[in-house]
């Protein structure tokens, strides 16, 4: 039976949040990575058939989403869905964050423990790897840095089609946001690993073996951090293990929310 | 009229290979190319330079500054206003300009300018920039916040020379708690500021409600002519009316004893692979956030291979024939200015007068010509078309200064 998707808008801190939802049963919290995300992918598609899924499109990302100027960092857009999700009646969300996504899952984590679920950390930015860099999208283009989130990288054509310029302007807006949001430090905060040692839910840690945006160190970062976590690596696939192998990653997420 | 020598400090002595090797000579080519040893002998060339220009009676010097690029050497334009303040006697310090969103205090900016123009009596033309897209990154600095920071900037750089300390601002992306710099401008209410551009309107827009003169960075004749057309309307929409003393204009020319040696040198302008700035890389020269999602939409694509450079390209004869570079003898050389001045009605004129690998000995040549035989030509072509300086024209410093708005002043966004 196909998935049937849901599409609202809501009011939260001021800002109209666009929201995909599908499914019933467990609410589960699919927040997308810092490129954006297409509506549909089979992911989301795969997480639907056992759960309530609710994916926000962060707010100001995409060519049609409204920019909330007021945003300073992660950690507002994470305040921000916890209002939504509090709002909304939504009790003990699972999260799955995806890259950039997983940032704010940690975050989101951190806010209120005993209001989330399980979380799935899907190659998360957040931390400061020791031995290398996180992926400085400033400097390479727009579809280089898209490509990069994939081991093979003619996989990014598959899921997202030829380049036009719509998609570009996107990849764009998208950009700034990232910009807006998490320009200094880069792609991590410097307090997050404290805040992570008393998040003591369980989470799934999970990393592409070729992740080429966020250094693999930092799947054990978070594992340190985190009193309740372990570690699975997906075997040929990069950042974005959620368009690349879909099918293991609903696997793995499905498997571990239900347990 | 006021009229400027500018040269951009070309690094001529970088490995013009290996910039052609890695594709890009900004930000990320390599530092390792820069020789230090011919770095010293350029910048005190440049010193030489400006201390002739002041000899043969050039009203001023026209100084900038870029970062991580071949194309400028000066990292900071203050260094080099404050050795004129010290070596020469006369000429004004125009700085086109301060990069302001790449300062993190802006109070330390305006204790640098206020010494500049003590140490140089009041000879400091304090210009202000927002600095190209490769800049922010060079420095660290968030191209998404660069209008709202050079705004920010621009006041409290105003503030702190104008109104009696301690005070206190409180920002968006700057706040000083105590402001009470115990350096302040000799010039009142401050030195002037203008405002360089190629072409943004927002720039154009600001600098016009400001009334501060906007100067066109080598526009062709028309688009010149657009800009001014478009300051004006805004000028008029805030209650005055602009003139020669609100425009500026740079232009890339080369004077020499024959028009041979001219035109070989004039070539040089496009030393840097033909671009105003040398090889550039489309998303480091305007990244995400520095102008608007559609401003940028064309370089996005452009970045990706979906369509041509925005920029456009043209070639040394087309350039030649828009009289973007002129190039000649004194009097072939004042001839093409008069042309322009008729045209564009400047009455701030700076040329660009060396670039690339024009040699020391020719550079000179180029300013003794330009101080002897052009300006004094061209100071006679300005007067006969009224063309006068904001200095001649008693413009006011800013807007809120004025005392002719046809309507109350409204605060300048």
């Known amino acids: 039976?196909?998935?049937?998707?849901?599409?609202?808008?809501?009011?939260?801190?001021?800002?109209?949040?666009?929201?995909?939802?599908?499914?019933?049963?467990?609410?589960?919290?699919?927040?997308?990575?810092?490129?954006?995300?297409?509506?549909?992918?089979?992911?989301?598609?795969?997480?639907?058939?056992?759960?309530?899924?609710?994916?926000?499109?962060?707010?100001?990302?995409?060519?049609?989403?409204?920019?909330?100027?007021?945003?300073?960092?992660?950690?507002?857009?994470?305040?921000?869905?916890?209002?939504?999700?509090?709002?909304?009646?939504?009790?003990?969300?699972?999260?799955?964050?995806?890259?950039?996504?997983?940032?704010?899952?940690?975050?989101?984590?951190?806010?209120?423990?005993?209001?989330?679920?399980?979380?799935?950390?899907?190659?998360?930015?957040?931390?400061?790897?020791?031995?290398?860099?996180?992926?400085?999208?400033?400097?390479?283009?727009?579809?280089?840095?898209?490509?990069?989130?994939?081991?093979?990288?003619?996989?990014?054509?598959?899921?997202?089609?030829?380049?036009?310029?719509?998609?570009?302007?996107?990849?764009?807006?998208?950009?700034?946001?990232?910009?807006?949001?998490?320009?200094?430090?880069?792609?991590?905060?410097?307090?997050?690993?404290?805040?992570?040692q008393s998040a003591t839910n369980e989470t799934l840690v999970v990393w592409g073996d070729d992740d080429k945006v966020v250094p693999a160190e930092c799947a054990d970062l978070f594992c340190a951090a985190l009193p309740n976590a372990r570690k699975e690596v997906?075997?040929?696939?990069?950042?974005?293990?959620?368009?690349?192998k879909p099918d293991e990653l609903a696997a793995l997420a499905s498997a571990f929310l239900n347990a | 009229m006021d009229l400027l020598y500018f040269t951009e400090q070309p690094m001529s002595a970088y490995d013009e290979e290996a910039g052609r090797d890695f594709g890009a000579t900004a930000l990320m080519f390599s530092n390792k190319h820069f020789d230090p040893k011919e770095g010293s002998r350029l910048y005190n060339e440049f010193i030489e330079q400006y201390k002739l220009a002041e000899e043969v009676g050039i009203d001023g010097i026209m100084l900038n500054e870029h970062h991580n690029a071949p194309f400028c050497m000066q990292a900071k334009a203050n260094i080099f206003a404050s050795i004129l303040a010290a070596v020469t006697e006369k000429m004004k310090i125009v700085m086109l300009g301060n990069p302001l969103p790449l300062s993190e205090n802006p109070v330390r900016l305006a204790e640098e300018l206020a010494m500049i123009d003590m140490i140089s009596k009041g000879r400091l033309v304090s210009g202000i920039v927002?600095?190209?897209?490769?800049?922010?990154?060079?420095?660290?600095?968030?191209?998404?916040?660069?209008?709202?920071?050079?705004?920010?900037?621009?006041?409290?750089?105003?503030?702190?020379?104008?109104?009696?300390?301690?005070?206190?601002?409180?920002?968006?992306?700057?706040?000083?708690?105590?402001?009470?710099?115990?350096?302040?401008?000799?010039?009142?209410?401050?030195?002037?500021?203008?405002?360089?551009?190629?072409?943004?309107?927002?720039?154009?827009?600001?600098?016009?409600?400001?009334?501060y003169p906007y100067v066109a960075l080598n526009t062709s004749i028309e688009e010149t002519k657009k800009i001014w057309e478009f300051y004006d309307s805004i000028a008029e929409e805030v209650g005055y009316t602009a003139g020669p003393e609100n425009r500026g204009y740079l232009i890339q020319t080369h004077i020499s004893d024959t028009e041979e040696k001219a035109e070989q040198n004039a070539r040089q302008f496009r030393w840097m692979q033909g671009e105003f700035t040398g090889l550039a890389h489309p998303v480091w020269s305007t990244p995400s956030g520095y102008s608007s999602p559609s401003n940028r939409r064309a370089f996005v694509e452009f970045s990706a291979g979906l369509r041509q450079n925005p920029r456009g390209r043209t070639t040394f004869?087309?350039?030649?024939?828009?009289?973007?570079?002129?190039?000649?003898?004194?009097?072939?050389?004042?001839?093409?200015?008069?042309?322009?001045?008729?045209?564009?009605?400047?009455?701030?004129?700076?040329?660009?007068?060396?670039?690339?690998?024009?040699?020391?000995?020719?550079?000179?040549?180029?300013?003794?010509?330009?101080?002897?035989?052009?300006?004094?030509?061209?100071?006679?072509?300005?007067?006969?078309?009224?063309?006068?300086?904001?200095?001649?024209?008693?413009?006011?410093?800013?807007?809120?200064?004025?005392?002719?708005?046809?309507?109350?002043?409204?605060?300048?966004?």
């Not at chain 1, 997906?234 to 959620?242: P, R």
């Open chain 1, 1 to 196: 039976m196909p998935i049937e998707w849901k599409e609202s808008t809501h009011k939260v801190a001021g800002t109209n949040l666009r929201v995909m939802e599908a499914g019933s049963s467990s609410p589960t919290v699919i927040l997308h990575h810092d490129i954006g995300t297409l509506d549909k992918l089979p992911f989301y598609e795969a997480m639907a058939v056992n759960s309530h899924v609710i994916i926000p499109t962060h707010p100001g990302w995409g060519l049609t989403s409204e920019r909330p100027e007021w945003m300073r960092s992660i950690r507002d857009i994470a305040a921000m869905y916890r209002m939504h999700l509090a709002e909304q009646g939504v009790t003990k969300a699972n999260l799955i964050g995806l890259g950039f996504g997983g940032w704010i899952a940690a975050e989101m984590m951190t806010m209120a423990p005993a209001d989330t679920g399980k979380v799935v950390l899907v190659g998360a930015m957040g931390m400061q790897p020791k031995d290398a860099y996180i992926l400085d999208m400033a400097i390479v283009g727009y579809l280089d840095y898209a490509r990069a989130f994939f081991h093979d990288e003619a996989k990014f054509t598959d899921v997202y089609g030829e380049p036009d310029g719509d998609m570009l302007e996107g990849f764009d807006i998208c950009r700034e946001m990232s910009f807006r949001t998490a320009w200094k430090p880069y792609m991590f905060s410097q307090t997050l690993p404290n805040l992570l």
């Open chain 1, 234 to 244: 997906v075997a040929g696939c990069g950042h974005a293990v959620d368009m690349e």
């Open chain 2, 130 to 211: 927002r600095g190209g897209g490769q800049e922010q990154l060079a420095a660290g600095v968030n191209p998404a916040y660069n209008r709202e920071r050079f705004e920010e900037a621009h006041e409290i750089l105003t503030r702190a020379w104008t109104e009696e300390g301690p005070i206190r601002h409180e920002g968006k992306h700057y706040q000083n708690r105590v402001i009470n710099p115990w350096a302040v401008p000799l010039q009142k209410p401050y030195p002037r500021i203008w405002v360089p551009g190629v072409i943004s309107k927002e720039t154009i827009v600001w600098a016009a409600k400001q009334r």
């Open chain 2, 317 to 413: 004869e087309q350039q030649v024939a828009d009289k973007r570079i002129i190039f000649g003898t004194p009097d072939q050389v004042v001839a093409k200015l008069k042309i322009i001045l008729e045209q564009t009605r400047p009455g701030i004129l700076s040329l660009w007068g060396n670039d690339g690998k024009v040699s020391q000995e020719d550079s000179l040549t180029c300013i003794r010509l330009m101080g002897e035989e052009v300006f004094p030509a061209i100071r006679e072509i300005a007067k006969e078309l009224d063309l006068k300086s904001p200095d001649e024209a008693n413009a006011p410093v800013h807007l809120k200064y004025s005392t002719d708005l046809r309507k109350p002043a409204v605060a300048a966004e």
